[in-house]
């Protein structure tokens, strides 16, 4: 295979789907390998809701044109041409200068969407797959029918046991989907459930059955009579069942929000057992010692930090291995390695770090443009003493170098505070418009780890949740929550210099070996990607320093800035169809268009008007016979927060 640039992009082409802002992919993303003889690296990774403003970005791209156009000015900030695009893998409509051949020998039986996302983990350092034993699972919603057509016939998620690079697969249920269902019902994101799930006392006590394990589509529909039962049974509970349906009720949370708690703590106790039972039946068929064997999960539902936690202390695995990305963010990282296990024999790949974003090195013209000029009173390089003083004072801003991947802020597009006083809590969740209750992460030494936390170990990503300690509890409050967890991430200083001598110092000064850190952005906004953004945000948000690149700059005149709400991002008129565009469409609504693109064979279909007609006639007869089932439902969950299209289009204007 030739040496060179490779783009994997998890993204699609489509008109209609443009036009109709019908999700194909979401949280799109896209990645830049180099390969040189049997070695690749990853150059950058972009995630596309931070360039166009469009949380878990899920529209489409007109045509080839617009998306060539797009990854052309990315690629234009590193000094290289589209044209020296070897292959273009992962997105079918985008071309390089040889077509990618995507094969799996695994075809016949696992999805190319979740073996992506096992491969995004299994083979995240090739040394260790190479020569220590790996259990991977892939554990997410379900798979997209992009490249993959046959994907909703198979069964849905992979497992591997990997010794010394000797693969077996497996299939495995999911939980994912149950998470989904709690987001599409109670229109709260992942996070904020499992924060309120922990956050009260409140506990449902009615036994409730197991349920029932996800491997397919056709056990969707199961799936959701068992969620739909609880769902119903716990929403329909008043104060006076204290005691009989219920107990604990936590008077410092409305009713509502104690009955959320209850449906989510169910939910991930009965998570937390599927996926411990299928590992502990995995451990006995291969015979597996988890002492010297590392574990793997990627997918959605790593992000479910208790689970990751729960799985590793109560299996004593000996260590944990994903990406950051571990959720669709991170979908082009597992294609590139797909790609590149199936064409390069014994290839050579090692992650190093979360930052692998882009960078903004505009500072200094930045704080010169007449938007922001009047509002700064003062630029210096940083003194790590300083900015502990500046965090013992309020939060502050930090923009620091390249951004991180994955839906979690991981210390250089963060809001940082100290985590001494509950008051930090309380700035922090008004600053970013939150709930109360929701809790605060802390980034913390990881030399500091076990003095801090119980059963304490490396979590570069934020993707476990530790208990502290009780005799340091009282010192952190801002970071614990009901249960005294938190969701830690851990740094060294080879992980992150400066980051690491920030924390250091502030050790030094008030002898806690950690600080609180939250992503840098507003309410239902992506997190913050340049310069401009985060001088935005400060100055709506009354913050009085921001770091940005090493240097200290103090704002002044906040009243006087007179944009209330986010900037514009740059990139969003890529993926809107022009006007002359439209003419072309096929004379189908957006409920049509759905089935559409979630029917891949419908896609065959000729230009001729007896061919549209039916078309449209399929398409009608599958809304009939499936448009109420579960499963149907499920392949547009992701839409349940509808984007506003006109808004999005008059935005551009």
Request: hydrophobic share 35%; charged share 20%.
């Amino acid at each position: 295979m030739t040496d060179g640039y490779y783009l994997s992009i998890y993204s699609h082409v489509g008109q209609l789907a443009a036009a109709m802002d019908v999700g194909v992919r979401h949280d799109q993303n896209m990645a830049l390998w180099k390969k040189t003889n049997n070695s690749i690296h990853l150059i950058k990774h972009w995630e596309f809701e931070r360039l166009t403003g469009v949380k878990n970005h899920s529209l489409s791209f007109p045509d080839e044109n617009s998306a060539i156009n797009f990854i052309s000015e990315k690629l234009k900030s590193l000094n290289i041409e589209y044209k020296q695009i070897i292959s273009i893998i992962g997105t079918p409509g985008i071309h390089g200068i040889f077509p990618a051949s995507i094969v799996w020998h695994e075809q016949e039986r696992y999805t190319y969407h979740n073996l992506c996302h096992l491969y995004s983990g299994l083979l995240l350092d090739t040394d260790l797959f190479k020569n220590e034993s790996i259990l991977a699972l892939a554990l997410d919603g379900g798979p997209d029918p992009v490249v993959d057509i046959d994907a909703r016939q198979k069964h849905f998620y992979t497992g591997a046991y990997s010794n010394k690079g000797n693969v077996e697969y497996f299939h495995i249920p999911s939980p994912a989907v149950l998470w989904s269902m709690l987001r599409n019902r109670l229109r709260l994101a992942e996070g904020s459930l499992m924060a309120l799930g922990s956050a009260t006392t409140a506990e449902y006590i009615h036994p409730v059955p197991f349920p029932p394990a996800l491997y397919t589509i056709s056990e969707i529909a199961e799936s959701a009579q068992w969620f739909d039962e609880l769902y119903n049974n716990i929403m329909s509970i008043s104060e006076t069942d204290e005691g009989k349906s219920f107990v604990n009720l936590d008077k410092s949370f409305s009713l509502q929000e104690n009955k959320i708690s209850m449906l989510v703590k169910i939910v991930q106790n009965y998570s937390q057992e599927l996926v411990s039972n299928t590992i502990r039946d995995l451990v006995k068929k291969f015979s597996i010692d988890t002492k010297n064997t590392y574990l793997s999960i990627t997918g959605g539902y790593a992000l479910n930090c208790p689970s990751n936690s729960h799985i590793m202390n109560k299996h004593n695995f000996l260590g944990f291995i994903a990406p950051p990305a571990v959720n669709d963010s991170g979908m082009s990282l597992g294609m590139g390695l797909q790609f590149f296990y199936h064409n390069v024999p014994d290839f050579n790949f090692k992650f190093n770090n979360a930052y692998q974003g882009t960078d903004d090195k505009t500072l200094h013209n930045i704080v010169k443009d007449p938007e922001f000029s009047d509002f700064i009173e003062s630029i210096k390089p940083l003194d790590t003493k300083e900015l502990v003083e500046d965090l013992q004072l309020a939060p502050i801003v930090w923009f620091d170098a390249e951004s991180e991947m994955g839906p979690r802020a991981l210390g250089h597009r963060s809001i940082l505070a100290d985590p001494r006083t509950f008051k930090t809590k309380d700035q922090l969740n008004h600053i970013k418009q939150r709930q109360w209750w929701r809790p605060v992460a802390p980034i913390v030494l990881m030399e500091e780890m076990n003095t801090w936390f119980e059963s304490g170990y490396t979590s570069p990503y934020m993707l476990h949740t530790f208990t502290i300690r009780k005799e340091k509890e009282h010192l952190v409050p801002a970071i614990s929550h009901l249960d005294s967890s938190a969701r830690v991430q851990t740094v060294r200083d080879s992980d992150d210099h400066n980051l690491y001598q920030i924390i250091k110092g502030f050790f030094e000064k008030t002898g806690v070996p950690m600080i609180c850190n939250t992503s840098l952005n507003d309410k239902d906004e992506p997190i913050i990607n340049t310069i401009a953004e985060a001088l935005n945000f400060s100055l709506r948000k009354k913050i009085d320093v921001i770091y940005i690149n090493s240097n200290r700059i103090k704002l002044r005149n906040h009243n006087s800035y007179e944009l209330k709400s986010p900037r514009k991002r740059s990139d969003l008129h890529y993926f809107i169809l022009k006007s002359d565009q439209h003419s072309n469409l096929l004379p189908l609504n957006r409920r049509q268009a759905m089935i559409y693109y979630h029917n891949p064979r419908l896609q065959t279909h000729g230009s001729s008007e007896k061919e549209i007609e039916n078309l449209l006639r399929k398409i009608n007869k599958i809304d009939r016979m499936f448009g109420k089932r579960a499963d149907f439902q499920f392949i547009d969950i992701w839409h349940f927060v509808e984007h506003d299209h006109e808004k999005i289009v008059q935005g551009l204007i």
